[in-house]
């Protein structure tokens, strides 16, 4: 039944470019790489704004801080699923469509940023008070010590929560084929699924299980080269 | 070169109870080019009193001046400039972990915005200065304790300030590496003439590097005044912590008594001691103490055991005789009761 690997290799189906797998990868690849530089340029700032805002002596920046909180705590309590169809008339408004990897990734940049940003600003919580104390008795301002002590002192767990980001991004492109993004989860759904052909089903969950172990590694590997912090065994 | 003048700082109580006073009409003036220490227990007040004199904290009442500037009037860009004038060193050192030594040291100048070459230039010469010649592009984990705490001092002194402030420098230190950094304090005074504020509450710190010793009790000074003044004051709260009279044997067959010595013209050592003793027809053993040398001066706090040529303890007379013959002369002197 689950036949040798040549059968697999010459099956018309599964080589065939368009509309195959391998296609399918790179749409998915696609959505993702995008949406995460965009998650990166926005999630990070958001990242260090919730951190910096957290216990400013100011009450209206307190205040800010409590919105900017709830609205993320909100965005993320959302299934990705009903998200991406909750913001059908906002992406069609923006992207002029609502099906698509470009309309998709704009639901999927809205998931991720949130998710993100509350990582980047656990990150940053975890930097000792004191390191962030001695560089500002040193005549630092809050730029020069978010630029040159909180991302540099935080980098290793910042590529660690960019690469858990990208693996949960990985999973709603899966979802974003309910909106015709294209990729791998709809090919999975679409031919695998309501086609019936099961083939199509093993081996795009194949291509995803390889795209997010690769992922884990090329994160790890990143981490550790700018981890100077000493390994405790 | 620092002039604290009625420096008050209240903390309101986070319950919304009553208010803890940290610092409360703190007067000190210290000169410049000496190692003065700031001693007291935790929550004595002593790292309210740091974060005051580099801006962190606001005074609630009080001046706060380093180098003839008012700390606690500044603000924004004139208070980041204030603080280049005082190089801190903390007990963990705090480098950052992202760096290599060489860079740590030459961040203060990051942030003053020297250029490049100059930069280099001056850690250089600090890494020279505090001997991590070598180790200069190692991270700080590739570094021992006590090599950590040169690249923290090496830091502090990168931007030439005034004043180095050191928050308890070698409280997480063995004891050698404890002596080589003190050292190393020492000879930065020595060469650099740099005023140095060692806040610690171990008193092995004070009588190795101190001119000078500040006891801060309960957010007020008790105590203040040159090391060898303070060690040789009897009555003062810091002597016996500086000079502590460990425990002396127990079952002696003899009368004990406690001498506490350093500021007497006539009894300079415990052999001047011992010597008044036979004059009193006694034998003088000394059975327990502490004795310093502070500043080519010896301060000590012993306990002697006074027997008769016979071995039998002394009469009252001569006993009563001997005390009142060495608190004349400004020794500190009373009989151990069992």
């Known amino acids: ?233 | 070169m620092i002039t604290l003048d009625g420096l008050s700082k209240v903390f309101p109580a986070p319950g919304g109870g009553d208010p803890v006073v940290a610092l409360d009409g703190i007067d000190l003036h210290l000169e410049p080019g000496r190692v003065h220490g700031i001693v007291g227990r935790s929550g004595a007040g002593k790292s309210t009193l740091i974060r005051c004199l580099t801006g962190l904290e606001k005074p609630s009442t009080g001046r706060v001046e380093v180098d003839g500037t008012d700390v606690a009037a500044l603000d924004g860009a004139a208070l980041r400039a204030a603080r280049r004038n005082i190089g801190m060193v903390f007990q963990h050192a705090n480098l950052l972990d992202s760096r290599t030594a060489a860079q740590n040291i030459a961040h203060p100048l990051e942030i003053a915005g020297v250029p490049r070459a100059q930069r280099q230039q001056r850690v250089a010469e600090l890494v020279e200065l505090v001997g991590l010649t070598g180790r200069e592009d190692n991270y700080p984990a590739q570094l021992s304790g006590g090599q950590i705490q040169r690249v923290g001092i090496a830091r502090g002194l990168a931007a030439e300030p005034k004043v180095l402030l050191c928050d308890e420098p070698t409280s997480a230190l063995d004891g050698s590496t404890t002596r080589q950094i003190l050292g190393l304090i020492a000879d930065l005074r020595e060469r650099l003439g740099i005023t140095v504020v060692i806040i610690t509450h171990e008193m092995g710190v004070v009588r190795e590097v101190c001119d000078t010793v500040t006891l801060l009790q309960d957010g007020t000074i008790t105590q203040s005044g040159d090391l060898l003044d303070v060690a040789a004051d009897p009555h003062g709260p810091l002597s016996a912590e500086l000079i502590p009279l460990p425990p002396a044997p127990t079952g002696i067959e003899a009368l004990v008594v406690n001498c506490d010595y350093g500021n007497s013209e006539r009894f300079r050592t415990t052999d001047d001691l011992i010597r008044l003793a036979e004059t009193y027809e006694a034998e003088a053993t000394l059975v327990a103490g502490t004795i310093e040398t502070i500043g080519g001066c010896q301060v000590g706090r012993v306990q002697l055991a006074l027997r008769n040529r016979s071995g039998q303890p002394i009469s009252r007379e001569g006993l009563t005789a001997f005390l009142t013959e060495l608190e004349a002369a400004g020794v500190v002197a009373t009989e151990v009761t069992a």
């Not at chain 1, 560089?135 to 767990?157: F, K, N, T």
């Not at chain 1, 989860?185 to 795209?211: C, D, K, P, S």
Request: glycine share 8%.
């Open chain 1, 1 to 233: 039944m689950i036949g040798t690997l040549q059968e697999w290799l010459s099956n018309p189906l599964l080589v065939r470019w368009e509309g195959g797998p391998w296609e399918a990868t790179l749409v998915t690849l696609y959505m993702t790489v995008v949406t995460m530089a965009l998650t990166v340029v926005l999630g990070l700032p958001l990242g260090v704004a919730l951190y910096e805002t957290d216990d400013s002596a100011s009450p209206l920046v307190r205040k800010l801080n409590q919105v900017t909180g709830f609205v993320v705590n909100v965005l993320r309590s959302f299934p990705f699923f009903i998200l991406i169809i909750a913001l059908i008339p906002i992406t069609s408004a923006i992207t002029g469509r609502s099906t698509g990897p470009n309309a998709a990734m704009i639901a999927l940049t809205i998931a991720a940023v949130p998710f993100a940003a509350r990582l980047f600003e656990l990150n940053l919580r975890e930097i000792p008070a004191g390191k962030i104390e001695a560089v500002r008795m040193m005549g630092a301002s809050r730029w020069q010590v978010i630029r040159q002590v909180l991302i540099p002192e935080a980098l290793p767990g910042l590529i660690g929560s960019i690469t858990t980001t990208t693996i949960a991004v990985i999973g709603y492109t899966a979802m974003a084929g309910s909106v015709n993004a294209g990729g791998l989860g709809q090919l999975a759904y679409n031919r695998g699924y309501t086609g019936y052909q099961t083939e199509m089903i093993v081996v795009t969950v194949v291509l995803l299980i390889a795209i997010v172990i690769l992922v884990q590694l090329i994160g790890d590997r990143l981490s550790r080269a700018v981890d100077h912090r000493a390994r405790t065994a």
